[in-house]
T-cell receptor, first 118, second 116 residues
Framework: AQTVTQSQPEMSVQEAETVTLSCTYD???????LFWYKQPPSRQMILVIRQEAYKQQNATENRFSVNFQKAAKSFSLKISDSQLGDAAMYFC???????????????FGKGTHLIIQP | GAVVSQHPSRVICKSGTSVKIECRSLDFQATTMFWYRQFPKQSLMLMAT?????????EQGVEKDKFLINHASLTLSTLTVTSAHPEDSSFYIC????????????FGSGTQLSVL
């Protein structure tokens, strides 16, 4: 079974600084997707960034970037120029590549609570 | 962008009653929908995978007779919590994948269920 581990229950960063959230995962699959989701107090799940395992290039989305190390099964999220609106729970998630059978929901880590200090 | 509508957003019910939660994809067809449960300050746990026109696939430890899932059309999946008890109180979230099998998933806004 796949597992996703986020070892930082809480992180705090000064506004405008950079913070990195860590995530490791375990899988025997070679083709899969990794995600970072943001869950603000509204509890709406918001996709931050997505990485396909077969792509060596790290995904980036504006101030958000990942460091994907496939051999180490590590997938960290870097947030640059942190803003107050970035404060939220961040979940790392894994999914096997589309199998056609439909049984491929997301496996989430336990989450990291990110606090932005003004 | 794609929208998934989930309602009700909040429901309070008495122990022993049944509650139905709806998840609709508003501007796309969803062959597959997923149901998650999130306890306070915890992560999302996959409960079941719902494929249009077929029986849902439940994760280990999830009682299929208690959590009835119906996916009768390409735009609607429902989760019915039967004979709800206080321990079923939780935040339930659905997500939908568009027809075609791409990797994009869209989440509903969730339903907070409180069983008295």
């Amino acid at each position: 079974a796949q597992t996703v581990t986020q070892s930082q229950p809480e992180m705090s960063v000064q506004e405008a600084e950079t913070v990195t959230l860590s995530c490791t995962y375990d899988t025997s699959e070679s083709d899969y997707y990794l995600f970072w989701y943001k869950q603000p107090p509204s509890r709406q799940m918001i996709l931050v960034i997505r990485q396909e395992a077969y792509k060596q290039q790290n995904a980036t989305e504006n101030r958000f970037s990942v460091n994907f190390q496939k051999a180490a099964k590590s997938f960290s999220l870097k947030i640059s120029d942190s803003q107050l609106g970035d404060a939220a729970m961040y979940f790392c998630a894994y999914r096997i590549s589309y199998s056609g059978g439909g049984a491929d929901g997301l496996t989430f880590g336990k989450g990291t609570h990110l606090i932005i200090q003004p | 962008g794609a929208v998934v509508s989930q309602h009700p957003s909040r429901v309070i019910c008495k122990s022993g009653t049944s509650v139905k939660i709806e998840c609709r994809s508003l501007d796309f067809q969803a062959t597959t929908m997923f149901w998650y449960r999130q306890f306070p300050k915890q992560s999302l746990m996959l409960m079941a995978t719902s494929n249009e026109g077929s029986k849902a696939t439940y994760e280990q430890g999830v009682e299929k007779d208690k959590f009835l899932i119906n996916h009768a059309s390409l735009t609607l999946s429902t989760l019915t919590v039967t004979s709800a008890h206080p321990e079923d109180s939780s935040f339930y979230i659905c997500s939908a994948r568009a027809t075609g099998g791409n990797e994009k998933l869209f989440f509903g806004s969730g339903t907070q269920l409180s069983v008295l």
